[in-house]
């Protein structure tokens, strides 16, 4: 009961009976009986953050890294960090969890919203979140613009200690307005999009990367049951490797498997494992990757897209800038702008500078793309420029490295070539090729679903200073075997020629020395056909490298001193010269040292008027051998020294690994055999490093011999200066 002071006298307020008042207080006479009056109800702290699992299987450090973004004391919590990664990696899941566990610090609420970044009818407004929150602590209405909406809700939360999970955001211009920009809130931004104009406001990123396939397996095998994924391991390792890291994959598949209790994890397995019904088989009621994937393409410009499908249909999973600046038709800055925006919305990885991949699964996604416009001329101009730039580019490199090799014709189909690579000497030249062998490999097998036999053969021939330097042992005899065959179908004897010589070397350096003389046999009559002299002349000196390795000297001398009169006659200095050097090799063979060392010198000599460094090298490496037999140790040592310098500085593994031979073989001759070991060691482990079996089981062998002898202990040597 009180009394009020009104204008018109004083009126006592009184309140009898059952009587309660809450909220607003009405003034009145005299009220009696049971009348209540009730005003709105004091609301809930939100609490609003979405369902998570319990535990996060294999996101400890990632967890542990948002647990560092935090300071120490509660009260100075305010940051925001931007959670970014491919659909269906749980951006969600984690960012959830996390605030989850962090209630303590934000006793005044946990607050979400969901911007629908992706969604059909597009991202959700602003606004639309804003009045979700002020709502949440009981204003409304709610101010009709987004400034005064904005305004608000930094001052609701400017003395409230909350935190924020803002979900899959489109722009930083969507998340911007919804910043409480409180000393005590922490926001959680997750997207497929980097966000990157976030950092202006003092935003932390934490990209989230696909699950390592032990995590991914303890999700399963928590989804399906421990015991089923034990049974059959190999079936649930295919399944993991299928999903790719992703989470959501994960989840989905195993919902597949938990559904089927009677059906093997290998049913589903096989499914998983055909590419183009991957993506349809991980759908569980209407939620698929599929859909994921479709929402992040559908955000992309029609360039952008278009490049996308086409990326999808190249033959390699790692490609280059060089690679979608061609497939575009662009230039290098057009190129990085367009893959900019599929890195943006997480489409494609970055691993390295210039250097980009699709997730598996992306891809899958992206070639399907493709595979809609992959009959268009548009498309098949395209491919054709991939094709045409690494044949353009390999050329390059073999004009530098190999020219007296570069001599046949090439046939382009996209005039003119886009932009192919240059090369200002033999070492860049080799590195390009060492880099792009993978690329190179699968753009040759390519060439058969793309009816290009000419291209297949010539990329082979192109590839030639790689199989010379670099002795790619498997590569070098798949790639003329794919060139024989493409060279036959298209028709060209002098391609096939070609490839019947240059592959005959290729079987001879993997061991395959009947196979290599069949070639040569082959190209040698292919040649007397087509009055080639100098084909005639590499053929007969692969036959004399034939004859060589089974031990036949005489007739290998033979066909060498053939060789060096076609060649001559043909005024092929530098073929004479090898030639010479082979020679050379073969009276080394024989234990004529004195006899080699005039044979080698000249080859050394015209090699160098030639220019030719790599081939010098190799001379100087035998005439090393040559001197240590003749016990001339100091210059034996000295022309060491000089071929391997030469060797590394043009990148030649392989022959560094033989001069090293040539030099434990020299100690040996000197009667050192603790320092003959040393060197075999070092050879031993250079040709382990370039997957020179043959040779390493010969050396590994030799030491083996070695060890059983208790008067040897072999240990590493020093390296050369």
Request: a negative charge; aromatic letters at 6%; one cysteine or more.
């Amino acid at each position: 009961m009180n009394d009020v002071n009104l204008p018109y006298g004083v009126v006592r307020n009184s309140l009898a009976g059952a009587a309660t008042v809450s909220g607003p207080v009405v003034q009145a006479g005299a009220i009696h009986g049971g009348l209540h009056l009730h005003g709105p109800s004091a609301l809930p702290t939100p609490r609003q953050l979405p369902p998570c699992p319990r535990r996060l299987i294999g996101r400890e450090a990632d967890l542990a890294a948002l647990d560092g973004s935090l300071a120490p004391d509660a009260e100075a919590a305010d940051v925001t960090v931007v959670v970014t990664g491919p659909a269906g990696v749980g951006k969600t899941a984690l960012a959830a969890q996390w605030l989850r566990g962090q209630a303590d610090r934000f006793p005044d609420g946990q607050l979400y919203a969901d911007l629908r970044g992706y969604a059909p009818g597009g991202p959700a407004d602003p606004a639309e979140a804003l009045g979700g929150f002020l709502r949440a602590f009981g204003i409304s209405p709610v101010p009709g613009s987004l400034a005064e909406g904005a305004a608000l809700w930094r001052s609701l939360a400017a003395e409230r200690r909350i935190a924020v999970l803002l979900d899959n955001a489109s722009t930083a211009a969507q998340v911007r307005p919804l910043l409480p920009g409180s000393d005590h809130t922490v926001v959680v931004v997750t997207s497929r999009r980097r966000l990157t104009g976030l950092g202006i406001d003092g935003a932390v990123f934490r990209p989230l990367a696909p699950l390592a396939r032990e995590a991914s397996t303890e999700i399963l095998a928590a989804r399906v049951g421990r015991s089923r994924v034990v049974d059959e391991g190999a079936a649930a390792a295919e399944v993991v490797d299928a999903c790719a890291g992703l989470p959501l994959a994960i989840c989905l598949a195993a919902a597949r498997i938990a559904a089927r209790p009677a059906q093997s994890l290998a049913a589903t397995a096989e499914v998983l494992g055909r590419g183009a019904d991957r993506l349809a088989a991980l759908s569980v009621e209407g939620e698929t990757v599929q859909d994921l994937l479709d929402a992040s393409y559908g955000v992309l410009d029609p360039e952008a897209a278009r490049l996308y499908g086409l990326l999808g249909l190249l033959p390699f999973a790692e490609f280059t800038l060089e690679n979608a600046a061609v497939l575009a038709d662009v230039d290098l800055a057009g190129a990085d702008r367009l893959l900019d925006g599929l890195i943006d919305v997480h489409l494609l990885e970055e691993t390295g500078p210039e250097r980009f991949r699709f997730h598996d699964l992306v891809r899958l996604h992206a070639r399907a793309h493709g595979a809609r416009v992959r009959g268009t001329p548009s498309t098949g101009a395209a491919l054709d420029r991939v094709v045409d730039w690494y044949l353009a580019s390999a050329t390059a490199a073999e004009a530098v490295v190999s020219p007296s090799h570069r001599s046949l014709a090439r046939d382009y189909r996209t005039r003119p070539v886009h932009p192919a690579r240059e090369f200002d000497g033999d070492v860049p030249a080799v590195e390009w090729l060492d880099a792009e062998r993978d690329r190179l490999a699968d753009v040759l097998r390519w060439c058969g679903d793309l009816d290009r036999p000419a291209a297949a053969w010539q990329l082979a021939d192109a590839m030639w200073p790689l199989f010379l330097r670099l002795r790619p042992a498997r590569l070098w005899v798949e790639a003329h075997r794919i060139g024989l065959r493409a060279a036959r179908a298209a028709g060209d004897r002098s391609g096939e020629l070609r490839m019947l010589t240059s592959g005959g070397a290729g079987l001879r350096n993997a061991g395959e020395g009947e196979e290599s003389a069949r070639w040569y046999t082959e190209a040698l009559d292919l040649a007397r056909d087509l009055d080639h002299r100098l084909g005639q002349a590499q053929a007969l000196n692969g036959l004399g490298q034939a004859h060589r390795l089974a031990g036949r000297l005489d007739a290998a001398a033979e066909c060498l001193h053939e060789v060096i009169r076609l060649r001559e006659a043909e005024h092929y200095v530098r073929g004479a010269a090898l030639a010479r050097l082979a020679y050379g090799e073969v009276l080394l063979l024989a234990d004529r040292p004195a006899e080699a060392v005039e044979p080698i010198e000249r080859a050394g000599r015209e090699l160098s008027s030639v220019g030719d460094g790599y081939e010098e090298a190799r001379a100087t490496a035998f005439l090393g051998l040559a001197y240590g037999m003749l016990g001339r140790d100091e210059a034996a040592d000295g022309c060491f020294e000089r071929a391997l310098a030469g060797f590394r500085a043009r990148r030649s593994a392989h022959w560094e690994a033989r001069t090293l031979e040539f030099a434990g073989q020299v100690e040996e001759v000197r009667g050192r055999p603790d320092a003959a070991c040393a060197w075999f060691e070092r050879s031993l482990a250079r040709y382990r490093q370039i997957g020179a079996a043959a040779e390493a089981a010969r050396l590994a062998g030799r030491l083996a011999a070695y060890a059983e002898d208790s008067a040897v202990t072999p240990r590493p040597g020093e390296p050369l200066p």
